[in-house]
């Protein structure tokens, strides 16, 4: 009688595939809707609902309308927002990103306000404020580094004034980070974190949220100071530096296009890390969903998984709200 296994059979990896409860049981990836920052878009005005075009289901709200629904996702257990500011006028030196009264202010404070335990997060940046579209000063047609430095410091002290819990540089200025910590320590902000864009390439993938902030650059590209989609070595030096420079949390975008160097900083580094899942990676499966061509709840959750499992701690995505919804009925 030949009673001897075959090796081949012995170890048998669809027994742990069985059924749903075991999948769950061995399951290595979780998500949850308490690591989501869901990223919203404000503007001035009452009443305001402008939907984004080319980001199906985003919205320019104004802050009345933020305020409800931000309820609305705190509802689905999503406790974090990232607010990025429409203003009502531009000029070359950005001046609404700083100003008191601006509409992000505005916003943190009202949301600060209505919702105390919400976790405020504010980009700082000057390319929505700029006539010209670039993010920082521009001196000679360059952005002046050091120039910026201290907008983005004035920025970044007003938005924690108004309430801010973290506060999220996106310019890619050199020392952006210690700047800002520097001028928040000096005027009693030394509890508001910092979220370092650190790793922010140069990517095509923003072009949904340059519409929706009309905030493209009017002249070149922001390969001067955004990173190049060839370097991930370079990642690693850019979230040293953040770090070095005080950040709480470092953070790589765009996130499909760059799981690989979000796998490399999480095996590199201690600290929190976030990705930011950007406007063309949401477009690119909206539009792919409207069309039929992918079903979304499973093309959205497998994303947003894929993006856990390379290593990010917090997922920055405009499918928020809609994935929340999802796995509560999973
Ligand atoms: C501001 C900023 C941008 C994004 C986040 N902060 C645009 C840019 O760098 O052009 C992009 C986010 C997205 O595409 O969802 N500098």
């Given at each position: 009688m030949?009673?001897?296994?075959?090796?081949?059979?012995?170890?048998?990896?669809?027994?742990?595939?069985?059924?749903?409860?075991?999948?769950?049981?061995?399951?290595?990836?979780?998500?949850?809707?308490?690591?989501?920052?869901?990223?919203?878009?404000?503007?001035?005005?009452?009443?305001?609902?402008?939907?984004?075009?080319s980001?199906?289901?985003?919205?320019?709200?104004?802050?009345?309308?933020?305020?409800?629904?931000?309820?609305?996702?705190?509802?689905?257990?999503?406790?974090?927002?990232?607010?990025?500011?429409?203003?009502d006028?531009?000029?070359?030196?950005?001046?609404?990103?700083?100003?008191?009264?601006?509409?992000?202010?505005?916003?943190?404070?009202?949301?600060?306000?209505?919702?105390?335990?919400?976790?405020?997060?504010?980009?700082?940046?000057?390319?929505?404020?700029?006539?010209?579209?670039?993010?920082?000063?521009?001196?000679?047609?360059?952005?002046?580094?050091?120039?910026?430095?201290?907008?983005?410091?004035?920025?970044?002290?007003?938005?924690?004034?108004?309430?801010?819990?973290?506060?999220?540089?996106?310019?890619?200025?050199?020392?952006?980070?210690?700047?800002?910590?520097r001028?928040?320590?000096?005027?009693g902000?030394?509890?508001v974190?910092?979220?370092?864009?650190?790793?922010?390439?140069?990517?095509?993938?923003?072009?949904?949220?340059?519409?929706?902030?009309?905030?493209?650059?009017?002249?070149?590209?922001?390969?001067?100071?955004?990173?190049?989609?060839?370097?991930?070595?370079?990642a690693?030096?850019?979230?040293?530096?953040?770090l070095?420079?005080?950040?709480?949390?470092?953070m790589?975008?765009?996130?499909?296009?760059?799981?690989?160097?979000?796998?490399?900083?999480?095996?590199?580094?201690?600290?929190?890390?976030?990705?930011?899942?950007v406007s063309?990676?949401?477009?690119?499966?909206?539009?792919?969903?409207?069309?039929g061509?992918?079903?979304?709840?499973?093309?959205?959750?497998?994303?947003?998984?894929?993006?856990?499992?390379?290593?990010?701690d917090?997922?920055?995505?405009?499918?928020?709200?809609?994935?929340?919804?999802?796995?509560?009925?999973?």
């Open positions: 030949q009673v001897t296994q075959r090796p081949e059979r012995a170890v048998r990896l669809r027994r742990l595939r069985r059924t749903d409860a075991i999948r769950e049981l061995v399951r290595e990836t979780r998500l949850h809707p308490h690591q989501f920052v869901y990223p919203m878009f404000v503007r001035g005005g009452r009443r305001v609902r402008e939907p984004i075009p980001m199906p289901g985003q919205f320019r709200l104004s802050v009345d309308e933020l305020v409800s629904d931000v309820s609305a996702i705190r509802g689905l257990g999503i406790d974090a927002v990232l607010l990025f500011g429409l203003p006028a531009k000029d070359p030196a950005g001046s609404g990103a700083y100003a008191d009264d601006g509409i992000v202010q505005q916003a943190v404070r009202t949301l600060r306000a209505a919702h105390p335990d919400l976790i405020v997060m504010t980009d700082v940046c000057l390319c929505e404020y700029t006539t010209h579209g670039h993010c920082g000063l521009v001196r000679d047609d360059d952005v002046d580094n050091d120039a910026t430095l201290e907008l983005l410091a004035r920025t970044a002290v007003s938005q924690a004034v108004a309430g801010a819990d973290v506060v999220a540089p996106s310019a890619m200025m050199d020392g952006q980070v210690a700047a800002i910590r001028a928040m320590d000096e005027t902000c030394q509890h974190a910092i979220m370092g864009y650190s790793a922010k390439y140069a990517s095509a993938f923003y072009g949904p949220f340059r519409e929706a902030a009309g905030s493209a650059p009017q002249f070149g590209d922001r390969r001067g100071y955004q990173m190049d989609p060839s370097n991930a070595r370079e690693e030096r850019e979230v040293a530096v953040d070095a420079e005080g950040a709480d949390i470092v790589v975008k765009p996130a499909l296009p760059f799981l690989d160097v979000l796998s490399r900083i999480r095996r590199t580094v201690t600290a929190p890390l976030a990705a930011y899942n063309g990676e949401y477009a690119m499966v909206k539009a792919a969903a409207e069309h061509w992918l079903d979304e709840p499973r093309a959205v959750l497998e994303v947003l998984t894929a993006i856990a499992r390379a290593g990010a917090l997922i920055i995505t405009y499918h928020a709200k809609e994935a929340a919804a999802w796995l509560s009925r999973r």
